[in-house]
């Protein structure tokens, strides 16, 4: 990827861990930079992204095994301040000749700790401290040169540090809610060790990127798909602040969208863009081409091309265009590229993972280094409306993910219904601001039932709430019973075609958000 940022930033090597684009997240918090690449980066890859630290993650990995992945590049002697987290800091002990050993006593969820608090990482916290352990190996000796400046019951080494060649340990993942005083931890890791500059700002995102894309563009045409959503609202406000009139924003209709979104969609961008829309009705397209089709994965690379080839006839129409801009997020791109660590993908995005080898565009996704929290802040400084930032996201490939298996215009329907009643019913109450997420989902599930004294084999929908700050990470909402009793009611009576009603208690992870 090429650079985007011009400032320093904290480098974060991937290992696999679950939780590498939360570490991301809370140094961006900080307003200092941070990006994420693959534990195999050369050493040229990362100076390149002028870190003022790197951090090595997490991961499923045991370095007591064979094969356990390693650094390709010699970061130790870089005169860079290093932390490792958990399999990082294994690592760092590995590569500084310390053994580690399998232990009895395997600490997963939380741990007390006993920390040196005159130790710089652990400046500010108390002694005592509660943390989100995972592991099963620990260090059996102290890496030469090293000195322990925390410990648990489970693990006598929790957390080391090398002053003198600042290098840093936790056996325990500060970036996680659970580590009470995490946050701190990582702010001493920025601040009084690398001695980070807070300059990462909505401010400086968007003055850059207005001056990049300029750059980028020159006098040509672009080509906007916009959805509406947070994501393309606020990407397409700021390629109109950068270039005005050059942009051409396209609304693409695909059959997928929620009850009445289509008309609201346009009188919300209206307001929001100087250019005028395109509105382009493409439902009978997409709806012929998923027909029969029951793999998520395919489903979302069909619309993705879809879209594609939608937009190529558009800019035979309109253009000519040199540029196809759209709302890829950061996690879109960490999540869609099996080469970030050695974990597996979970999904490809549309925005992403759809994409022909070939195409008559250059891609501008001037939003790929955000995250979806930042994306809202970018947007409040761009002053769009307060109503449209806060919409709950809607995923890139729209109902075709809440619908499991095959798609008819039937079932697209039902979920239309319920995911009205739900989304009203949760802004009526004045619950919807409390959530992340909200939505329906229609299972190709039926069941039996009794209405009126007769029998019924309807379907089943399930209603999905989630709480989070940023998307990687969530847990289900816990609505209140006695609202979660009425609108299930209300679906039932209401919608002709469901007779049941489950509510989704999944946390992301195991689970994902949606259900494809």
């Not at 008819?408 to 989304?423: A, G, H, M, P, W």
Request: glycine share 8%; hydrophobic share 40%; proline share 5%.
């Amino acid at each position: 990827m090429m650079r985007e940022w011009e400032g320093e930033s904290i480098v974060i090597l991937d290992f696999g861990s679950q939780y590498t684009q939360l570490i991301a997240r809370r140094i961006r918090a900080e307003d200092v930079f941070s990006i994420i690449l693959p534990h195999s980066a050369g050493l040229d890859e990362i100076l390149a992204e002028k870190p003022k630290g790197i951090i090595l993650s997490g991961g499923p990995a045991d370095l007591t095994e064979e094969n356990a992945p390693r650094l390709k590049a010699d970061i130790l002697s870089l005169e860079i301040p290093v932390l490792g987290i958990c399999y990082g800091m294994q690592l760092i002990s590995h590569m500084k000749g310390a053994e580690l050993e399998k232990t009895g006593h395997r600490e997963f969820g939380h741990t007390k700790i006993e920390a040196d608090i005159d130790a710089t990482l652990f400046k500010g916290t108390p002694t005592e401290q509660k943390v989100w352990m995972s592991h099963g190996v620990r260090l059996k000796s102290m890496p030469s040169g090293f000195e322990a400046i925390a410990s648990s019951v489970g693990c006598p080494i929790a957390a080391m540090s090398n002053v003198k060649e600042r290098i840093f340990g936790l056996q325990f993942h500060p970036e996680v809610f659970h580590t009470e005083n995490g946050i701190e931890i990582l702010q001493n890791f920025l601040f009084e060790i690398c001695g980070c500059d807070r300059v990462w700002s909505s401010r400086s995102f968007v003055e850059l990127e207005i001056s990049r894309i300029r750059k980028m563009v020159g006098d040509a045409r672009v080509l906007c798909a916009v959805s509406g959503g947070v994501d393309s609202s606020v990407m397409a406000a700021l390629v109109d602040k950068a270039i005005g009139k050059q942009l051409v924003p396209v609304f693409v209709d695909n059959g997928l969208l929620r009850e009445n979104e289509a008309e609201e969609v346009q009188e919300i961008l209206d307001g929001c863009l100087t250019t005028d829309l395109v509105f382009v009705d493409a439902t009978a397209e997409f709806l012929t081409k998923l027909d029969g089709v029951t793999d998520p994965e395919k489903k979302r690379k069909i619309i993705g091309a879809t879209f594609i080839e939608v937009f190529e006839r558009e800019s035979d129409r309109r253009g000519p265009f040199a540029f196809l801009a759209q709302g890829t997020l950061y996690p879109d791109v960490i999540e869609s590229r099996s080469t970030v660590g050695p974990s597996d993908m979970i999904k490809s995005h549309h925005n992403v993972g759809g994409l022909p080898d070939e195409m008559s565009f250059e891609l501008i996704e001037p939003l790929s280094l955000l995250f979806k929290d930042e994306v809202r802040e970018v947007g409040r400084f761009l002053e769009l409306p307060t109503e449209q930032i806060e919409r709950h996201p809607f995923p890139g490939p729209g109902l075709a993910v809440r619908v499991p298996g095959a798609i008819t215009r039937d079932d697209l329907d039902l979920l239309r219904k319920v995911d009205r009643i739900f989304i009203d019913g949760l802004r009526r109450e004045g619950l919807y601001d409390e959530v992340w997420q909200a939505f329906a989902v229609l299972l190709p599930v039926r069941s039996v039932g009794v209405m009126g004294d007769e029998r019924t084999y309807q379907k089943t929908a399930v209603l999905r709430a989630v709480t989070s700050t940023d998307g990687m990470t969530a847990d289900w909402a816990r609505l209140p019973y006695d609202f979660l009793q009425d609108i299930s009611n209300e679906i039932i009576n209401r919608v002709d075609g469901v007779n049941r009603v489950v509510y989704d208690i999944s946390s992301k992870p195991p689970s994902t958000i949606e259900w494809e």
